[in-house]
């Protein structure tokens, strides 16, 4: 039993029950479907917002926003962050072009330093598992906000990522550069 002054300052910082660690947020009340939220006696009902506001909504969409992978993977994207989305699970949106030997198209041969094919697999490898590992993160991120199917399409994206690479024989070279 606790005190109000004590359980009020304990709900400010969590949303967990200070005795059995129980979510408060949602409620297991059998009067209150999952759509509803319980935010100490108050009762809220949560809808998509593209149905409680759909001009709202609308202009979400329309913000202008560029890639979250812009800095790290030199993606210049920008557009509708209702396309955001789409863009992230492209095939290729992040992927850099290669040729046979592993450089990238858009990197320049003129500066006289030929990397062995090992540092070339390294740095091809590098770049997968820093991808993968970025769209962990946006993914990461998604859940948190408990977006679950966008979530999920960037947790697959992830693996994609690394399963691409990773079933032309990559294992092998991989754990001989490691």
Known sequence: ???????????LRSSKCPSCNTDLSFSSNSKVSSNNMMIGSNLFTMRHLSEAQPLAF???KRIKVMCPLREKHDCDWSGDYGDLQT?????????KKRGRDGTSYSSSSNNGNKATKMEKEAQVIDERLSLAESFKTEASAKFSTKNYVESRALYKKALSVLGDYLSDGAESKMASIL
């Open 58 to 60: 609308r202009c979400l």
């Open 87 to 95: 863009h992230l699970l492209s095939t290729s949106a992040h992927l």
């Open 1 to 11: 039993c606790y005190c109000l002054p004590c359980i009020e300052t304990w709900l």
